[in-house]
């Protein structure tokens, strides 16, 4: 008889999860109910779905409030009637309109006005209309008897709590919505304390004077039959105007593909895979998911967009055929069962990558061309973590902030106060709760219906549509996302190429893989580990595994892209694949002691390294079937809301394995090994798209270092900062100079093999001024000195000083002191001045000043200040001469050796040992510029830890392991840099 139920959906206002709702429901013993979320519908698919898992019929709905005042509760009596009242709660919420005192007409909706607001009589009310009243209006009631027909009259008992802790938790929730002092919360902002969830014992108790109040609510729930399909896919189908047209045009689409990716020479099993393929797409219903992602890849070639198609659907020969992905599923010999399956009910992943400057008018066209009614963007969950919800809880308690960081890192202060008890006791409570919405960062649905169908929308900054449930929901549902994702690798692709035409006027293909993965030039960069700027492989990471490998080749950059992932490297397996590469005997022994495991990954050696070598040892070497081989992997790749499949099949692959005779110690090692990778495992045909990025960026650096070093410049970089882009450029002949009025653009150029930095790295320095500069250039050629300048573009005096002071004026041949006296004397008292057309430029005095005092580092700090680094080496900033002269080039002849050199800081990351204590691997370039990587462990690092970025003396053990040489670190210091002291402005 609970109408009105709220979860924790009900955003900073419930308090209770999906499951726990349900089990005070049982608790109660409710056989029917209707969820009811303050203006949201995220919960409604799994109440829905687990309605007949706990026995009790359900409903879903939504409670209309505007901040938290009711103005009605909307229940579905049917699918139709959900969409309804999701079409309304779209409607305010994409416009910011308040909800109306009257709900609209509904067809199939039940409406209940609140007692408190609904009109005093009920003569109004139409037959699915309603007024809801609370055990505790009850004496009301008898006063307006006269007025209101009991026929139209229900229980509405707002069920929010379930204990007096959930209601003190649901205050903190209000106080933090309303980012105020818990002591400062007002009555109207907060539910009141008898919103429990009551047995249906104790409604009927208070209701026992007015049973016809129970029978109304009981007969409205009976009402209400909402059948959700759970098992259907309802992605949009078909994608032309039959399935079987699909299938027809996927067909002769895959055909017409085969010369452009084949040519002549025709590999034998090509065929033969794709009938394969084309007849378990047809059996599953998959037609229309391929079409939407080739004819979405249609519009990104035709709009010359860069991507590149990976995911489990890169394993399919009919994705490579239509040019979705890349991937030659025929010469990597890719796991057909990974990719698609009989018993496998969603269609393979396609994440596409696009560039990030071309992603949205991806995400517009798909909204423009199947509508935006059936058309939405995933949402996703923003949950209050446990640090966050401890600080929120501090504020609202009206601690200050010292004393909550002062709680959180002593648990003990915090237990011996009043309020730190507190905070520590409902920040458990309230972690993991639903703190907003957000927008999943890829997803896309296109429904056959409408989203309305299924969920309320809402509209996020990107502007489109956003489903309220998540992609997990979405699934359960049977909607399946599209992957449209970013990345500003493909943007240095991109950029690269039209770079190259401007500044050497070659085009290039940058589509001939084939040919690049013979090249020379290629294979040593990539066994070197010299990838700096390249697309997933220029971590320190990668680098010292690339150069442990000594891969040169496309199969061994595969192998690496997935290999580095955490599951792998953290289960050891990453060291044994090493060893098994580089030693033959090793691999010997490994297929000696079991040749079943090892021939079934033979390419990696018996090593699982991609996501299909969980299906293949469960349903090849375990003999579990591929249904249940999936459910494993699933298990292990997605959230915990999956385990319970992962671990139905745990035993059965325990036993299987026993019955074939293996001892319990080699099923062990080999169910862990699956276990601790394949929740990080990459797809085989996912790391080969990657290697194919990689090949590309590896091409261009090759070839054509400083353009791509530009490009990726002005992309953003990439793992590291921008002025180790600049540094990489450098070292590769480059000539870097600061941002000049005269030549330099928005963003960073080059002519020849000098690179201009951008204006736009100038610290401080508005859009506005960068663009009118620029404008005014090209219309009227290059300016002649500050004067010129100052009469053309409109300018600020602050603005003006940044622009000296950087060196853009340097052309002049005046030193900066002049130019800023210059400065200060044309724009006086005015600060900034507006150009105006003149017909005579009226003569400016010269003044002759007295020499300056002059520091040699004062280009160097206003560099460090406004670009963030200087184009001098860090280490002539140095107060003292380094210590050591030693630099990379030398250490593998001093292997085992203790040495002191000297480095500057480039990064480092922060890591913890099997036993939970922190160590860190380090970064630096040498005095000559080459890389030096160190390792930091957990009494060195505690004793002398890093001190920010600088240079630093490096002492330790020099170390060599498969070619890899690295510094074991004894002793860091941190070393001090020069300083001004002298006032700039003193004459000499």
Same mark, same amino acid.
């Given at each position: 008889?609970?109408?009105?139920?709220?979860?924790?959906?009900?955003?900073?206002?419930?308090?209770?999860?999906?499951?726990?709702?349900?089990?005070?429901?049982?608790?109660?013993?409710?056989?029917?109910?209707?969820?009811?979320?303050?203006?949201?519908?995220?919960?409604?698919?799994?109440?829905?779905?687990?309605?007949?898992?706990?026995?009790?019929?359900?409903?879903?709905?939504?409670?209309?409030?505007?901040?938290?005042?009711?103005?009605?509760?909307?229940?579905?009596?049917?699918?139709?009637?959900?969409?309804?009242?999701?079409?309304?709660?779209?409607?305010?919420?994409?416009?910011?309109?308040?909800?109306?005192?009257?709900?609209?007409?509904?067809? #199939?909706?039940?409406?209940?006005?609140?007692?408190?607001?609904?009109?005093?009589?009920?003569?109004?009310?139409?037959?699915?209309?309603?007024?809801?009243?609370?055990?505790?209006?009850?004496?009301?009631?008898?006063?307006?008897?006269?007025?209101?027909?009991?026929?139209?009259?229900?229980?509405?008992?707002?069920?929010?709590?379930?204990?007096?802790?959930?209601?003190?938790?649901?205050?903190?929730?209000?106080?933090? #919505?309303?980012?105020?002092?818990?002591?400062?919360?007002?009555?109207?902002?907060?539910?009141?304390?008898?919103?429990?969830?009551?047995?249906?014992?104790?409604?009927?108790?208070?209701?026992?004077?007015?049973?016809?109040?129970?029978?109304?609510?009981?007969?409205?729930?009976?009402?209400?039959?909402?059948?959700?399909?759970?098992?259907?896919?309802?992605?949009?189908?078909?994608?032309?105007?039959?399935?079987?047209?699909?299938?027809?045009?996927?067909?002769?689409?895959?055909?017409?593909?085969?010369?452009?990716?084949?040519?002549?020479?025709?590999?034998?099993?090509?065929?033969?895979?794709?009938?394969?393929?084309?007849?378990?797409?047809?059996?599953?219903?998959?037609?229309?998911?391929?079409?939407?992602?080739?004819?979405?890849?249609?519009?990104?070639?035709?709009?010359?967009?860069?991507?590149?198609?990976?995911?489990?659907?890169?394993?399919?020969?009919?994705?490579?055929?239509?040019?979705?992905?890349?991937?030659?599923?025929?010469?990597?010999?890719?796991?057909?069962?990974?990719?698609?399956?009989?018993?496998?009910?969603?269609?393979?992943?396609?994440?596409?990558?696009?560039?990030?400057?071309?992603?949205?008018?991806?995400?517009?066209?798909?909204?423009?061309?199947?509508?935006?009614?059936?058309?939405?963007?995933?949402?996703?969950?923003?949950?209050?973590?446990?640090?966050?919800?401890?600080?929120?809880?501090?504020?609202?308690?009206?601690?200050?902030?010292?004393?909550?960081?002062?709680?959180?890192?002593?648990?003990?202060?915090?237990?011996?106060?009043?309020?730190?008890?507190?905070?520590?006791?409902?920040?458990?409570?309230?972690?993991?709760?639903?703190?907003?919405?957000?927008?999943?960062?890829?997803?896309?649905?296109?429904?056959?219906?409408?989203?309305?169908?299924?969920?309320?929308?809402?509209?996020?900054?990107?502007?489109?549509?956003?489903?309220?449930?998540?992609?997990?929901?979405?699934?359960?549902?049977?909607?399946?996302?599209?992957?449209?994702?970013?990345?500003?690798?493909?943007?240095?692709?991109?950029?690269?190429?039209?770079?190259?035409?401007?500044?050497?006027?070659?085009?290039?293909?940058?589509?001939?893989?084939?040919?690049?993965?013979?090249?020379?030039?290629?294979?040593?960069?990539?066994?070197?580990?010299?990838?700096?700027?390249?697309?997933?492989?220029?971590?320190?990471?990668?680098?010292?595994?690339?150069?442990?490998?000594?891969?040169?080749?496309?199969?061994?950059?595969?192998?690496?892209?997935?290999?580095?992932?955490?599951?792998?490297?953290?289960?050891?397996?990453?060291?044994?694949?090493?060893?098994?590469?580089? #030693?033959?005997?090793?691999?010997?022994?490994?297929?000696?002691?079991?040749?079943?495991?090892?021939?079934?990954?033979?390419?990696?050696?018996?090593?699982?390294?991609?996501?299909?070598?969980?299906?293949?040892?469960?349903?090849?070497?375990?003999?579990?079937?591929?249904?249940?081989?999936?459910?494993?992997?699933?298990?292990?790749?997605?959230?915990?809301?999956?385990?319970?499949?992962?671990?139905?099949?745990?035993?059965?692959?325990?036993?299987?394995?026993?019955?074939?005779?293996?001892?319990?110690?080699?099923?062990?090692?080999?169910?862990?090994?699956?276990?601790?990778?394949?929740?990080?495992?990459?797809?085989?045909?996912?790391?080969?798209?990657?290697?194919?990025?990689?090949?590309?960026?590896?091409?261009?650096?090759?070839?054509?270092?400083?353009?791509?070093?530009?490009?990726?410049?002005?992309?953003?970089?990439?793992?590291?900062?921008?002025?180790?882009?600049?540094?990489?450029?450098?070292?590769?002949?480059?000539?870097?100079?600061?941002?000049?009025?005269?030549?330099?653009?928005?963003?960073?150029?080059?002519?020849?093999?000098?690179?201009?930095?951008?204006?736009?790295?100038?610290?401080?320095?508005?859009?506005?001024?960068?663009?009118?500069?620029?404008?005014?250039?090209?219309?009227?050629?290059?300016?002649?000195?500050?004067?010129?300048?100052?009469?053309?573009?409109?300018?600020?005096?602050?603005?003006?000083?940044?622009?000296?002071?950087?060196?853009?004026?340097?052309?002049?041949?005046?030193?900066?002191?002049?130019?800023?006296?210059?400065?200060?004397?044309?724009?006086?008292?005015?600060?900034?001045?507006?150009?105006?057309?003149?017909?005579?430029?009226?003569?400016?005095?010269?003044?002759?000043?007295?020499?300056?005092?002059?520091?040699?580092?004062?280009?160097?700090?206003?560099?460090?200040?406004?670009?963030?680094?200087?184009?001098?080496?860090?280490?002539?900033?140095?107060?003292?001469?380094?210590?050591?002269?030693?630099?990379?080039?030398?250490?593998?002849?001093?292997?085992?050796?203790?040495?002191?050199?000297?480095?500057?800081?480039?990064?480092?990351?922060?890591?913890?040992?099997?036993?939970?204590?922190?160590?860190?691997?380090?970064?630096?370039?040498?005095?000559?510029?080459?890389?030096?990587?160190?390792?930091?462990?957990?009494?060195?690092?505690?004793?002398?830890?890093?001190?920010?970025?600088?240079?630093?003396?490096?002492?330790?053990?020099?170390?060599?392991?498969?070619?890899?040489?690295?510094?074991?670190?004894?002793?860091?210091?941190?070393?001090?840099?020069?300083?001004?002291?002298?006032?700039?402005?003193?004459?000499?």
């Amino acid at each position: 008889m609970l109408i009105n139920c709220h979860t924790y959906y009900s955003l900073k206002y419930g308090t209770v999860s999906i499951e726990e709702m349900y089990a005070e429901l049982k608790k109660g013993g409710h056989k029917a109910f209707a969820l009811t979320d303050i203006n949201n519908t995220s919960a409604c698919v799994y109440t829905l779905k687990y309605s007949k898992l706990y026995g009790i019929n359900a409903t879903v709905g939504v409670d209309f409030r505007n901040g938290t005042e009711q103005q009605y509760v909307c229940i579905a009596k049917s699918l139709f009637g959900f969409k309804e009242i999701n079409e309304h709660l779209n409607h305010h919420l994409r416009f910011a309109l308040p909800f109306p005192k009257k709900a609209p007409d509904f067809n #199939d909706v039940f409406v209940v006005y609140p007692f408190e607001i609904a009109s005093k009589t009920t003569q109004d009310l139409k037959d699915h209309e309603f007024i809801g009243i609370r055990p505790g209006q009850l004496p009301k009631l008898f006063s307006l008897q006269s007025t209101l027909a009991e026929d139209k009259l229900v229980v509405l008992q707002t069920a929010s709590f379930r204990s007096p802790k959930d209601h003190n938790t649901h205050r903190l929730l209000r106080a933090i #919505d309303k980012n105020m002092l818990l002591s400062q919360l007002p009555a109207n902002e907060q539910g009141c304390r008898d919103q429990l969830y009551l047995s249906s014992d104790q409604i009927k108790r208070s209701f026992s004077g007015f049973p016809e109040i129970i029978r109304n609510t009981i007969h409205l729930l009976q009402q209400c039959s909402i059948q959700m399909d759970f098992k259907t896919n309802k992605n949009k189908s078909p994608y032309t105007a039959s399935v079987a047209e699909d299938l027809s045009l996927l067909r002769r689409e895959s055909l017409n593909g085969i010369p452009h990716r084949y040519g002549e020479r025709l590999p034998k099993n090509v065929i033969p895979r794709l009938n394969k393929e084309l007849e378990m797409i047809g059996k599953l219903g998959f037609s229309s998911y391929f079409l939407i992602n080739w004819d979405l890849i249609r519009y990104a070639q035709h709009n010359d967009f860069y991507y590149v198609g990976r995911g489990s659907g890169a394993n399919s020969l009919v994705a490579y055929l239509l040019q979705i992905t890349d991937v030659d599923p025929i010469e990597l010999d890719l796991y057909f069962e990974r990719f698609i399956n009989p018993h496998r009910s969603s269609p393979p992943d396609f994440d596409i990558d696009f560039s990030w400057t071309d992603r949205n008018e991806i995400t517009k066209h798909l909204f423009d061309t199947y509508g935006h009614d059936k058309t939405a963007l995933v949402g996703t969950y923003n949950t209050f973590r446990h640090n966050s919800i401890f600080r929120e809880l501090g504020k609202v308690f009206g601690l200050p902030s010292f004393e909550i960081t002062r709680f959180q890192n002593d648990p003990d202060a915090a237990a011996k106060d009043e309020y730190g008890k507190l905070i520590v006791k409902y920040s458990a409570l309230i972690s993991g709760f639903p703190s907003h919405l957000s927008v999943h960062s890829s997803g896309i649905l296109i429904s056959q219906e409408e989203i309305s169908s299924y969920s309320g929308t809402f509209i996020p900054p990107k502007g489109f549509p956003t489903t309220q449930f998540d992609m997990h929901a979405a699934e359960e549902v049977g909607l399946h996302k599209f992957d449209i994702l970013s990345q500003r690798g493909l943007g240095k692709i991109k950029d690269s190429i039209k770079i190259i035409q401007e500044n050497k006027g070659e085009k290039i293909d940058i589509h001939d893989v084939s040919s690049f993965k013979k090249d020379p030039h290629i294979k040593d960069l990539l066994k070197r580990g010299k990838t700096i700027g390249c697309f997933y492989i220029e971590s320190p990471a990668m680098r010292m595994l690339l150069t442990k490998l000594g891969a040169d080749d496309y199969l061994g950059l595969v192998a690496a892209s997935s290999i580095i992932r955490p599951g792998v490297s953290k289960s050891g397996m990453m060291r044994e694949y090493i060893l098994r590469h580089r #030693d033959k005997t090793r691999r010997q022994e490994a297929k000696s002691e079991i040749p079943e495991l090892y021939e079934l990954m033979e390419d990696t050696y018996g090593v699982m390294v991609y996501q299909e070598d969980v299906i293949k040892v469960a349903h090849c070497f375990a003999g579990l079937t591929l249904a249940e081989a999936d459910i494993l992997r699933r298990g292990m790749s997605w959230s915990l809301r999956q385990k319970s499949d992962f671990h139905s099949v745990r035993d059965r692959f325990f036993s299987n394995c026993q019955k074939r005779g293996y001892s319990s110690t080699v099923i062990s090692r080999i169910w862990n090994q699956m276990e601790s990778f394949a929740n990080y495992a990459f797809a085989k045909g996912h790391s080969a798209s990657y290697a194919v990025e990689s090949f590309q960026a590896l091409y261009l650096k090759a070839h054509y270092p400083l353009e791509y070093m530009v490009a990726t410049l002005n992309n953003g970089g990439g793992f590291y900062s921008a002025e180790f882009y600049i540094h990489e450029a450098r070292m590769l002949g480059g000539e870097i100079v600061p941002p000049c009025v005269n030549f330099s653009k928005r963003i960073t150029t080059i002519r020849g093999k000098t690179i201009h930095l951008g204006l736009s790295r100038i610290c401080d320095l508005e859009k506005s001024l960068i663009s009118s500069i620029v404008l005014e250039r090209s219309r009227n050629d290059k300016f002649q000195n500050l004067r010129d300048f100052i009469d053309r573009v409109f300018v600020s005096l602050e603005q003006l000083i940044l622009l000296i002071r950087v060196g853009a004026f340097r052309f002049t041949k005046k030193d900066k002191k002049q130019l800023l006296w210059d400065a200060h004397f044309l724009l006086g008292q005015n600060k900034q001045k507006r150009p105006a057309p003149t017909l005579f430029k009226s003569e400016v005095k010269e003044f002759t000043l007295p020499k300056l005092w002059h520091h040699h580092l004062e280009s160097d700090f206003d560099q460090l200040e406004l670009l963030g680094f200087t184009l001098s080496s860090p280490f002539s900033l140095l107060k003292n001469s380094p210590p050591s002269r030693l630099v990379s080039i030398e250490l593998p002849r001093k292997i085992g050796e203790c040495i002191q050199i000297v480095g500057y800081l480039v990064t480092k990351k922060n890591t913890k040992t099997t036993d939970g204590k922190r160590m860190a691997f380090g970064v630096f370039l040498d005095l000559q510029g080459q890389w030096i990587d160190s390792v930091h462990f957990p009494q060195i690092l505690e004793q002398y830890p890093f001190r920010g970025p600088g240079c630093y003396s490096i002492t330790g053990i020099v170390t060599e392991e498969f070619g890899f040489i690295a510094i074991e670190v004894t002793k860091l210091k941190r070393l001090e840099n020069q300083t001004i002291e002298a006032p700039s402005t003193r004459t000499a």
